[in-house]
């Protein structure tokens, strides 16, 4: 960068000069600025689209269906959750009835699960 300068000795075509020298500087340097921030996106971009379309995206798990049906309350339990899922699906049982009971099966079948019921 130049020394200081003595803008109050300098002529009108010498300012001039001047400021055309330092309006060239900052549209350089402006342009380099977006020129690196335009090549950032195009990464953030990238990263955000993932991986490119001849690469088969990963495949969701299927909804577990239930394996235990109280169709009198409209209750259903996958199997899964352990014994607090257990317990929890049981407080819905009927005076006398066990789990094998609810269990699925002809005659007690239970409404198809979608992905609509994970949430």
Do not use: C
């Amino acid at each position: 960068m130049a020394g200081p300068r003595d803008l109050h000795g300098m002529t009108v075509d010498e300012l001039e000069k001047l400021i055309a020298d330092a309006t060239a500087v900052r549209d350089r340097k402006l342009a380099e600025q977006i020129a690196e921030l335009e090549k950032n996106l195009a990464q953030l971009k990238a990263k955000q689209a993932g991986p490119a379309d001849d690469t088969p995206a990963k495949a969701r798990r299927a909804v577990p269906q239930f394996k235990y049906w109280i169709a009198s309350k409209r209750k259903g339990w996958t199997g899964r959750g352990g014994k607090k899922a257990e317990e929890a699906f049981r407080a819905h049982f009927e005076p006398g009835k066990d789990l094998k009971d609810y269990r699925v099966r002809p005659g007690n079948e239970a409404p198809e699960r979608t992905d609509a019921d994970r949430y």
